[in-house]
């Protein structure tokens, strides 16, 4: 029933391919992933800064669920710069889409406390499309559609742009991941004139903000969120409130506006090593179906500075 279930969903996922936005891979622990959706990031926490995260959506869903795993390295370079790279790698029933984008920023100084960031993302997107992944229902088994119209290794350039500010207790970005509205395939590349098949990349925005309270000398409280805006689909939402206790361990909970609530965990194993997991369960009908969603992220740093030891960043 659940496999029935999932290819119904992904069949209406490329139906909406005609004039529809493609939306970018969603995370529950942002506040984590910041160097994926803005450039500017890169560099910011002043050590040499590698990331992994994997997300696995819709548990026991069925085959072709969402997962999506991410990869960054970023480090401080030269006066004011940071250079980093952003791996993306998002599956979903029958599509594998891969992004590979180099990371930039450069920074302005505007007070001893802060400073503003710009970042430029540059980079390729790459989509694998195979039908023979979908449990498709019998009447659709010798459609010549399904059959004739994989796509293998289709590039796209990617650029995109963002600002980051940031002071000891404060943060906020905005940024565009990819400025290009290109298209994945069309009508003329599928030779068949009578179905409307256009992938259409629209530009995504996003919105993060986060601020930093000392309730006492061993716990801090961290609201923040992220909106991500894109033509042809609903604003996403989604806000957070974490704790630290000692500097070692993190609770939290979030809210994505009518799609999921979740729990986060994060143990900062070591002054290198950070590890955190989140659980979103869904708000809507798809929980009937599913058993929630996973993420899982380890953050390695070395630091390049020795005073970054004793003054751990929440952000």
């Given at each position: ?8 969903l ?78 993306v790698?998002d ?8 992004n ?7 920074s ?52 995109g ?67 991500k ?35 986060l ?22 929980e ?23 003054t751990?960043r929440?952000?």
């Amino acid at each position: 029933m659940k496999h029935s279930y999932l290819t119904l969903l992904i069949l209406i996922l490329l139906g909406t391919f005609s004039s529809k936005a493609q939306q970018d891979p969603q995370y529950t622990q942002y506040m984590y992933n910041t160097e994926v959706v803005n450039p500017a990031y890169a560099g910011n926490r002043e050590a040499l800064s590698f990331g992994l995260l994997y997300r696995t959506q819709w548990v026991n869903f069925g085959d072709g669920a969402p997962n999506t795993g991410t990869f960054t390295v970023n480090s401080p370079v030269g006066n004011n710069m940071g250079l980093g790279l952003s791996v993306v790698n998002d599956r979903i029933g029958p599509s594998i889409e891969t992004n590979f984008n180099i990371d930039y920023s450069y920074s302005i100084n505007t007070s001893e406390t802060a400073k503003l960031s710009f970042g430029l993302k540059a980079g390729v997107d790459i989509l694998d499309l195979d039908y023979s992944r979908l449990n498709l229902p019998r009447d659709l088994y010798n459609d010549p559609y399904f059959d004739e119209n994989n796509i293998d290794n289709k590039l796209q350039p990617q650029i995109g742009a963002g600002i980051y500010y940031n002071t000891e207790k404060f943060y906020a970005g905005l940024s565009v991941p990819n400025f290009l509205t290109t298209k994945h395939f069309d009508e003329s590349s599928l030779g068949n004139t009578s179905v409307e098949t256009t992938a259409a990349e629209r530009m995504h925005y996003f919105l993060i903000a986060g601020y930093v309270f000392d309730l006492s000398d061993n716990l801090k409280f961290k609201p923040a969120t992220l909106f991500k805006m894109v033509s042809g689909s609903p604003l996403q939402a989604d806000v957070s409130a974490n704790f630290l206790l000692y500097d070692k361990v993190t609770l939290g909970a979030a809210y994505r506006w009518s799609a999921a609530m979740s729990g986060l965990v994060g143990f900062q194993a070591t002054d290198q090593i950070f590890i955190g997991f989140a659980y979103d369960y869904q708000t809507t009908d798809i929980e009937a179906y599913s058993d929630g969603s996973y993420e899982v992220m380890l953050r390695f740093e070395l630091f390049n500075k020795p005073e970054r030891v004793l003054t751990p960043r929440f952000f």
